[in-house]
């Protein structure tokens, strides 16, 4: 009877564990949604790459209350076959910064994900954030400290040049390498690799051959390898023609 | 088969990237040459349909994408006025065998008749080359080849990379969208869009 119970456990178990929690550290108020995956399973990041759909959280709150989202985490990259795809395995945990002029808003967040392994099942639910028990921050300072940092500005810059993108880094520091964070700009690759050009790093990037709009920004992460030890950056530049 | 490559690793293990030639075809220019195997027991020749438009929809009856487009009509239903509209349609499985999707001729005859597709037949590339040449990413995914043999369309089925059946009302459906724009002459507005759906078992 116990193993059966085990067994039809196992079997109803769902593939994605979703929670939101308060956190509140004494100056001001955190909304962390954590999605926890099955293991060998995964779910897409904001870029899905070649293949999947964006995990996505959409907030319904009181009046006033906004939710300010902070930066995602860097996925992982999964290789199925030579379809790269942007994903997170185990844990996905995404901060939201609340402004409220209430001291009690009333706020849910509806979560969407797609989670695979061989085959894929969507879901989603529906989370209402309880304001009354914040928990302590440091229980999520692992995820808060993996947020990609703002890139210094005025160090960095984005050409389009025909079929190509090209960052350029001014004064380079270590190695870097780049992951898009948009869908559909770049093509989706393991994250590319810079490489010296005079006194700066360059970055190449072929263009996305399903992409069919104009960007004006460029979104991603750069990847920063330095006496080994690793940096994470979040850029996010206008983009310059070279023509 | 999934491999994840974590970024520590990957960093010491990638040379300096390059961008690649792109292995996608381009719009606009002439789609890859093929003569496929047909779950009817034919060969086709895509040699043979110049004149017509020609459309090829990657499909895996088990992906959710593809039971949203199907269990919702929506597929049959752009099938059917893509036959009205002179184009011939024809699905295309890439999965190898053993992977989800993967089935034997009957077992394809068998569902095109079970869901009341109206492609003309299922193309069996369980070695993917078909879906290579096209960049088959996805199901599903929709490619369109112009009466001249070249490539106007590649890319999703609409506007909405959702699982849910009940986006497909505000959708625009990019598939017949292309086919009317190239008929009447015109250039095609969205001639690529990002296929969004199940990775295409390879």
Redesign the interface.
Same mark, same amino acid.
């Given at each position: 009877m116990v193993i059966l119970s085990a067994i039809a456990a196992l079997v109803s178990a769902p593939l994605v564990n979703a929670r939101a929690d308060a956190i509140y550290d004494g100056k001001e108020i955190l909304v962390a949604i954590t999605l926890d995956i099955a293991k060998g399973y =995964?779910i897409y990041a904001q870029n899905p790459g !070649? $293949? %999947? @759909?964006p995990t996505t959280v959409n907030w319904s709150t009181s009046t006033g209350a906004i939710l300010e989202p902070l930066l995602w985490p $860097?996925p =992982?990259?999964? !290789?199925? !076959? %030579?379809?790269i795809?942007y *994903?997170f395995?185990d844990r996905l945990r995404l901060f939201y910064r609340l402004h409220s002029a209430s001291k009690s808003p009333t706020i849910t967040a509806k979560v969407?994900w797609?989670v695979? +392994?061989?085959? *894929? $099942?969507?879901g989603s639910t529906s989370l209402k954030v309880d304001l009354s028990k914040p928990q302590p921050k440091a229980e999520f300072t692992k995820e808060l400290d993996a947020i990609p940092k703002s890139f210094p500005t005025g160090v960095a810059k984005v050409i389009k040049s025909g079929g /190509?993108y090209t960052i350029q880094i001014s004064k380079p520091n270590g190695?870097y390498?780049f992951l898009s964070t948009e869908? &559909?700009v770049v093509?989706n $690759? /393991?994250?590319?690799? %810079?490489?010296p050009e005079g006194d700066k790093t360059v970055i190449?990037?072929?263009k &996305?051959?399903? /992409? &069919?709009s104009q960007p004006t920004r460029f979104r991603g992460i750069l @990847?920063q +390898?330095l006496n080994n030890k690793?940096t994470d950056w979040a850029i996010d530049l206008p983009i310059v023609s070279d023509s | 088969m999934l491999t994840t490559i974590t970024i520590a690793a990957f960093a010491t293990a990638l040379l300096t990237q390059q961008p690649t030639a792109s292995p996608s075809p381009k719009i606009g220019e002439p789609a890859p040459t093929f003569v496929a195997n047909g779950a009817d027991g034919k060969t086709y020749d895509l040699a043979s349909y110049k004149g017509k438009f020609v459309v090829l929809e990657w499909t895996n009856k088990d992906c959710p994408f593809v039971k949203k487009h199907y269990g919702s009509n929506n597929m049959q239903q752009t099938q059917a006025k893509a036959k009205e509209l002179g184009a011939v349609w024809f699905s295309v499985c890439s999965s190898a065998p053993g992977k989800q999707g993967y089935l034997d001729a009957a077992g394809f005859t068998n569902n095109l008749t079970k869901v009341g597709s109206k492609a003309v037949t299922v193309f069996m590339d369980p070695e993917g080359k078909l879906g290579h040449m096209y960049a088959a990413k996805t199901t599903p995914q929709i490619a369109i080849i112009d009466p001249s043999g070249k490539l106007i369309y590649n890319g999703a089925v609409d506007d909405k990379p959702s699982p849910n059946p009940e986006d497909i009302a505000g959708a625009k459906n990019y598939v017949l969208a292309a086919l009317e724009e190239a008929i009447a002459g015109k250039s095609v507005t969205v001639a690529t869009s990002r296929p969004y759906g199940c990775s295409v078992k390879y």
């Amino acid at each position: 009877m116990v193993i059966l119970s085990a067994i039809a456990a196992l079997v109803s178990a769902p593939l994605v564990n979703a929670r939101a929690d308060a956190i509140y550290d004494g100056k001001e108020i955190l909304v962390a949604i954590t999605l926890d995956i099955a293991k060998g399973y =995964h779910i897409y990041a904001q870029n899905p790459g !070649d $293949t %999947g @759909i964006p995990t996505t959280v959409n907030w319904s709150t009181s009046t006033g209350a906004i939710l300010e989202p902070l930066l995602w985490p $860097t996925p =992982h990259v999964v !290789d199925a !076959d %030579g379809l790269i795809s942007y *994903c997170f395995e185990d844990r996905l945990r995404l901060f939201y910064r609340l402004h409220s002029a209430s001291k009690s808003p009333t706020i849910t967040a509806k979560v969407s994900w797609l989670v695979c +392994k061989e085959s *894929c $099942t969507p879901g989603s639910t529906s989370l209402k954030v309880d304001l009354s028990k914040p928990q302590p921050k440091a229980e999520f300072t692992k995820e808060l400290d993996a947020i990609p940092k703002s890139f210094p500005t005025g160090v960095a810059k984005v050409i389009k040049s025909g079929g /190509a993108y090209t960052i350029q880094i001014s004064k380079p520091n270590g190695q870097y390498s780049f992951l898009s964070t948009e869908p &559909n700009v770049v093509a989706n $690759t /393991a994250p590319v690799q %810079g490489y010296p050009e005079g006194d700066k790093t360059v970055i190449r990037l072929e263009k &996305n051959a399903f /992409a &069919n709009s104009q960007p004006t920004r460029f979104r991603g992460i750069l @990847i920063q +390898k330095l006496n080994n030890k690793r940096t994470d950056w979040a850029i996010d530049l206008p983009i310059v023609s070279d023509s | 088969m999934l491999t994840t490559i974590t970024i520590a690793a990957f960093a010491t293990a990638l040379l300096t990237q390059q961008p690649t030639a792109s292995p996608s075809p381009k719009i606009g220019e002439p789609a890859p040459t093929f003569v496929a195997n047909g779950a009817d027991g034919k060969t086709y020749d895509l040699a043979s349909y110049k004149g017509k438009f020609v459309v090829l929809e990657w499909t895996n009856k088990d992906c959710p994408f593809v039971k949203k487009h199907y269990g919702s009509n929506n597929m049959q239903q752009t099938q059917a006025k893509a036959k009205e509209l002179g184009a011939v349609w024809f699905s295309v499985c890439s999965s190898a065998p053993g992977k989800q999707g993967y089935l034997d001729a009957a077992g394809f005859t068998n569902n095109l008749t079970k869901v009341g597709s109206k492609a003309v037949t299922v193309f069996m590339d369980p070695e993917g080359k078909l879906g290579h040449m096209y960049a088959a990413k996805t199901t599903p995914q929709i490619a369109i080849i112009d009466p001249s043999g070249k490539l106007i369309y590649n890319g999703a089925v609409d506007d909405k990379p959702s699982p849910n059946p009940e986006d497909i009302a505000g959708a625009k459906n990019y598939v017949l969208a292309a086919l009317e724009e190239a008929i009447a002459g015109k250039s095609v507005t969205v001639a690529t869009s990002r296929p969004y759906g199940c990775s295409v078992k390879y």
